[in-house]
């Protein structure tokens, strides 16, 4: 049962697709406050959800904060990340609510009272729904059936990804593409990040270095790989620059408070924010796209869409002003904090988003107060623009930045992260809380963007990205090469990567049928073994899809790890080339040894997972002759996905399932 009250007069976001009635407040759980809401936590209770953010699975003990935030920095006490999703639904009494508004919400989750959950909301202008259900899984389909179908990218993203910031030029890339090649590895993408472009300008390419690109794309289709591109947010203002001239003569930036075009520096220095809420400018800069798929890119990733701002005109003249007044004074302590500040506090500064403005609906609107819509509307043009573009064939997309709503329109990926075994972790601990907000097109930059990854931990965390459906090895500029023929152990990669290919079926089956039936690929135990205490609070091992469990090891040296089994499983392990079924356990700990070139997983009993013999990349593997693994006397068919894997989906399911049994 969902209702929708409302709360003064909310900015529309278009999040949901199916609003219902608004009906008068009243809750057994939320206390109405002056600026939001409290919630009494029994001891027992979790909070699962809030999609993309730091520490739990369960959200329990800490602060978060709705607002779209360029932080690749984040640690454990950071509040915010790089989206804003503010669904949650509570264990005890499976209760879900949804505050629909863009503007900052603070959800304190028993951190300061551990029995309250406080919720409060910037401005009172909002929708709050409440889904009551059956089960945690009934009140999440609830919710994904109010904002609509997730994103489906076409198949060949399924397959392994190698970014790096950025490769140089044309040859830089063919290295790259040949090295995996001579290693025998395989993969489907190789992605541009912002030095294609000429001097940082969207839509351009860089001639001396990427002259050739044309031709590359062929090349690299010609071996099944295929070149995604990097869009930002930020136009740069130049004289000649055709993006930038139509955009101011069109009226489509963002503007300051005297009404002339707020600029700001990113990349490429000084930059207008096209209006991505005006819903002539977003089309007008979706439109651009088709510079490049008219060459035949197919696929992009939209950043720096939080929007994140390296400072403006303003604060820069001010922060030059403090240098010079500070400069031959004796700095104490509070100077020398104040000095040392002014330049770490000129990014994303909340000043700053305070003081540009849209045209959303043909309102003036203060930027601050639609934050975290922009990076959603940024996407969507794209998205709306590719189904003109391209109404036959699927286009990859995704974001950094997004919102709830944004999940119809592309994938994210998980934001800038740093090479760290905790921050393997928390790639997984996201998985499902994204899933529970509608994306399912996700994973992290695997083996960490920032700092320098060890091989180790390269390793370990391909174990965890073999079952992600966005798979991308992605590093940033300075820090240790970490394409998998870079380290000592090539051999090594190669076992683990292979199993990806072999999961295919298995992962684009079980994402389909998730974006098709508004389930979760990516289930905490808890939400599946409701009256199994221990299982309610595994925190690092999730259920994938309907037939198996993973559990990837997380920790620098192990040699294995304790697995929490749930219920009869199979120990299913990858091992050079090989598929072994091994040790059926029954329910309880066990400690489960994994080499640092093998996967493991647990099959479920009377469970089938589907494997396919694997391949050099997407295209060439075999996605009907199928191997079986199942173990158990009962064992249920498999309702098997799969279609061309290009056409865009439409509501036919049926047509695509086949029955698979053992
Ligand atoms: C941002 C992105 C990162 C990219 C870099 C350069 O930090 O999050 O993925 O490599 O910008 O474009």
Request: net charge negative; aromatic share 14%.
């Amino acid at each position: 049962m969902i209702k929708r009250s409302r709360f003064g007069n909310p900015i529309e976001t278009e999040a949901i697709i199916n609003k219902p009635e608004a009906v008068e407040f009243s809750s057994k759980r939320l206390i109405r406050t002056d600026n939001g809401f409290i919630i009494n936590l029994s001891e027992k209770e979790m909070v699962f959800g809030l999609g993309e953010n730091v520490r739990g699975i369960n959200k329990r003990g800490h602060i978060y904060k709705s607002y779209c935030d360029d932080n690749p920095n984040h640690q454990e006490d950071t509040m915010t990340l790089y989206g804003a999703h503010n669904f949650f639904v509570l264990s005890d009494s499976k209760l879900g609510v949804f505050l629909d508004t863009p503007s900052e919400i603070t959800f304190d989750i028993g951190y300061t009272k551990a029995s309250e959950f406080r919720i409060e909301i910037n401005k009172q202008d909002f929708d709050l729904y409440i889904i009551e259900g059956e089960s945690i899984d009934k009140v999440v389909q609830e919710f994904r059936g109010l904002i609509g179908r997730s994103y489906i990218p076409p198949r060949w993203s399924f397959g392994y990804g190698q970014c790096r910031w950025s490769y140089m030029s044309s040859d830089e890339v063919r290295t790259v593409a040949e090295n995996y090649e001579k290693n025998n590895m395989p993969i489907d993408m190789i992605y541009l990040d912002i030095d294609y472009m000429e001097r940082y300008k969207d839509f351009t390419v860089n001639k001396d270095t990427f002259g050739d690109l044309d031709q590359l794309i062929s090349e690299m289709k010609a071996k099944n790989i295929h070149l995604v591109p990097i869009i930002d947010a930020g136009i740069k203002v130049e004289e000649g620059y055709d993006v930038y001239e139509e955009g101011r003569e069109k009226g489509y930036f963002c503007k300051d408070a005297d009404g002339e075009d707020f600029i700001v520096g990113v990349w490429p220095g000084r930059c207008c924010f096209p209006d991505m809420l005006n819903s002539e400018a977003r089309a007008w800069f979706g439109n651009k796209y088709k510079v490049l798929t008219d060459m035949g890119i197919d696929g992009f990733w939209n950043d720096m869409n939080e929007p994140a701002i390296f400072y403006s005109e303003k604060k820069l003249k001010e922060a030059f002003g403090k240098i010079k007044e500070f400069e031959g004074s004796n700095l104490g302590v509070d100077k020398f904090f104040e000095l040392r500040d002014i330049f770490n506090r000129l990014g994303n500064s909340r000043e700053d988003y305070a003081s540009f403005y849209h045209n959303y609906r043909g309102q003036k609107v203060c930027h601050n107060d639609v934050h975290n819509l922009f990076g959603y509307y940024m996407t969507r043009g794209a998205s709306e623009a590719f189904e003109r573009i391209s109404p036959d064939k699927r286009i990859l997309m995704f974001s950094r930045a997004s919102y709830v709503g944004m999940h119809r329109y592309g994938g994210i990926w998980q934001g800038d992260n740093k090479s760290w075994w905790s921050h393997l972790l928390m790639n997984l601990k996201m998985m499902p809380s994204l899933n529970m907000c509608g994306f399912l097109y996700t994973g992290a930059d695997v083996g960490g963007f920032g700092s320098n990854t060890t091989e180790d931990l390269m390793l370990r965390w391909l174990q965890l990205a073999v079952f992600t459906p966005l798979m991308r090895n992605h590093s940033a500029m300075g820090t240790r090469r970490q394409e998998l023929y870079a380290f000592e152990g090539t051999e090594r990669f190669k076992k683990v990567l292979d199993v990806r290919y072999k999961l295919l079926p298995y992962i684009y089956s079980e994402f389909m049928k998730s974006a098709l039936k508004n389930t979760m690929m990516f289930r905490p135990l808890a939400f599946e073994y409701t009256d199994d205490e221990i299982a309610c609070h595994v925190e690092d091992q999730l259920l994938l899809g309907e037939s198996i469990m993973i559990a990837p090891i997380v920790e620098q040296n192990a040699i294995g790890r304790t697995v929490y089994i749930p219920e009869r499983m199979q120990l299913v392990r990858f091992k050079d080339g090989e598929v072994i079924s091994e040790k059926i356990y029954e329910k309880g700990h066990a400690y489960v040894e994994a080499a640092l070139d093998e996967v493991i997983l647990f099959v479920r009993e009377n469970r089938i997972l589907p494997l396919s013999e694997g391949g050099k990349n997407v295209t060439e593997t075999n996605f009907n002759d199928l191997s079986l693994i199942a173990f158990g006397d009962e064992i249920k068919p498999y309702e098997y996905y799969n279609d061309d894997g290009e056409s865009p989906v439409k509501d036919d399911y049926d047509k695509y399932i086949s029955v698979l049994s053992k």
